[in-house]
């Protein structure tokens, strides 16, 4: 039979639509089942797909658009608040990993240059994996979501630098090594004037002029995306490095959430070939004895890495909970981890078994940390009376913006969870003359609405210390705007154990939603959107209505 790249694409499709909704069925996360597809219809299974070119193609316009909206959402006043928190983090977890897994490696007899190779390779993170999950939990623009970010694009940068400095040891001792450093060096300062260009006086007059067009403005993001993509690889850092210059580069205009909100269905279809070639890709063949040293290295990926990030951040300022959750986000090796040691049999340094080990340190780190990011609030409720010595007696940086709101303290109407919704709920509120609190986990959120007048305080609606600490008592009802079931769930529970007698309202995008929390105790279920369009439809009927009268 001829080869059909269109036929075998119709089936990958088809087979990947039945297993996703096996795998929602399941409350499974979507993306395990399709790197198991890629497993199984690639070499390491069946072989029954042969468009592997193809689907790379794909894979990486998928990486291309999904890195692109994450710049997209960093902008400038974001990194001056993140920046020497994730740069902190991100090299201290490079470091600590490196050392102590090196160590390790040369404990179970392995060579120095292997077990360099290893180590290095344990220290990267699937950015691709994490902002993916971060996004479906719709936490990527949270605290921890935006620190964790900004540490993976350090590991990003990381990667590349070490591959550079893997491949100088061809070389002939110090040349190589300062050839490398003012090469890199160089590229990073051109990099940074060509951003700095385009920033000031190039992209804002050419994105306005694309803007007219909303069919031109989507055309426009993904072109641009994807040649900076290609000019990073080019330019010997990465496809991803430069798609993320990319939208970080347009994150200032006015259209970024425009340009976002177009991209997002595209994002999601192009990284479903993403995980399937990452699935096909993994080499099983070269495993042999390697199930013990693996399992004892994913333990170290999945404990260790998140420890030294809970560390270094209890020691800058931040509590336990931001530490923990952002910790999560290291707890497994990236598919750059792969193609590094993939590098290293190339260049000589390293034998098959290398790369078998390092691959099944990623299927196993890859799939529990998944699990770990999926169900976080869970896992933080559990361990956290053990977190203790993570968090600082005065965790500063977010104990800033924490001072309780002049003039609110016995307030109608507590909000909790200030994103556009709650934040415009608490505004309008206090218009109508309600004395209403707002409470939000986010200390940048926290300071605007602060700025503009607000009553908000910065905490935890997830801590039931906290909650405690808040006047719920002299509140008639409190009011809960938070994303995740889980995050409401425990709201409710801390309100439980208080003994709260007011009415509990709750917001939800999502029905199912809706019902749980009804269950678990909500007076009133509110959807915005629904809502939204039956008070719309009444005051259309009326304007309707007077319009009929008069004619």
Request: proline letters at 4%; charged letters at 15%; one cysteine or more.
């Amino acid at each position: 039979m001829a080869f059909d790249p269109f036929a075998e694409f119709a089936l990958l499709l088809l087979v990947c639509a039945l297993a996703g909704a096996l795998a929602v069925r399941l409350r499974q996360p979507v993306l395990i089942a399709y790197i198991a597809i890629g497993i199984a219809a690639g070499p390491a299974g069946f072989g029954v797909v042969r468009a592997q070119d193809q689907i790379d193609l794909l894979a990486q316009m998928g990486v291309t658009v999904l890195l692109f909206v994450v710049g997209l959402r960093l902008d400038l006043s974001h990194v001056r608040h993140i920046g020497p928190v994730a740069l902190a983090t991100g090299l201290g977890q490079l470091g600590f990993t490196i050392a102590f897994g090196f160590l390790l490696v040369l404990g179970l007899g392995r060579s120095p240059l292997e077990a360099l190779y290893i180590a290095v390779a344990l220290t990267f993170s699937s950015t691709i994996i994490i902002v993916k999950l971060l996004s479906d939990k719709r936490e990527l623009d949270s605290l921890h979501g935006r620190i964790a970010v900004g540490f993976l694009i350090v590991q990003d940068v990381a990667v590349v630098i070490a591959m550079m400095l893997m491949s100088a040891l061809r070389g002939d001792g110090d040349a190589g090594w300062t050839e490398v450093a003012l090469s890199l060096g160089g590229r990073l300062a051109a990099a940074a004037l060509l951003m700095g260009v385009l920033m000031r006086w190039v992209l804002p007059a050419l994105v306005a002029a694309m803007a007219r067009s909303q069919e031109l403005l989507l055309v426009f993001g993904i072109a641009w995306g994807v040649a900076l993509a290609a000019l990073g690889e080019w330019a010997g850092f990465s496809k991803e490095a430069g798609a993320f210059l990319a939208g970080f580069s347009l994150a200032s205009t006015p259209f970024r959430e425009a340009i976002s909100a177009r991209l997002t269905g595209i994002r999601d279809f192009l990284l479903l070939f993403f995980f399937i070639d990452l699935g096909a890709k993994l080499d099983f063949t070269t495993l042999g004895d390697e199930l013990g040293p693996a399992l004892l290295l994913s333990a170290f990926v999945l404990v260790g890495n998140p420890l030294i990030v809970m560390a270094i951040m209890g020691a800058m300022g931040y509590r336990r909970r931001t530490g923990f959750l952002a910790g999560l986000t290291v707890a497994q090796i990236s598919e750059f981890s792969i193609v590094f040691v993939a590098m290293g049999i190339t260049l000589g340094h390293v034998g098959q078994q290398t790369l078998g080990l390092v691959t099944l340190v990623g299927v196993l780190t890859i799939t529990v940390s998944t699990y770990m990011i999926l169900y976080s609030q869970a896992l933080y409720e559990r361990l956290a009376p053990w977190l203790g010595p993570f968090e600082r007696a005065d965790p500063f940086r977010e104990n800033a913006v924490a001072a309780p709101a002049a003039g609110a303290e016995r307030p109608q109407a507590i909000v909790f969870g200030l994103g556009r919704y709650g934040s415009r709920l608490l505004a309008d509120l206090c218009a109508a003359g309600i004395a209403a609190r707002g409470v939000d986990f986010d200390p940048e959120a926290v300071r605007e609405l602060q700025r503009r007048g607000l009553p908000v305080d910065f905490g935890d609606a997830e801590d039931p210390e906290y909650v405690a600490s808040l006047p719920v008592a002299q509140a008639a009802m409190v009011i809960t705007t938070l994303p995740a079931l889980d995050g409401n769930r425990a709201l409710l529970h801390g309100l439980k154990s208080l003994q709260y007698s007011g009415r509990i309202v709750v917001a939800v995008r999502d029905p199912a939603h809706g019902r749980a929390l009804a269950a678990a105790g909500a007076h009133l279920v509110l959807s915005p959107f629904d809502d939204a369009a039956e008070h719309a439809a009444r005051r259309l009927a009326l304007d309707i209505r007077q319009l009929e009268t008069t004619t």
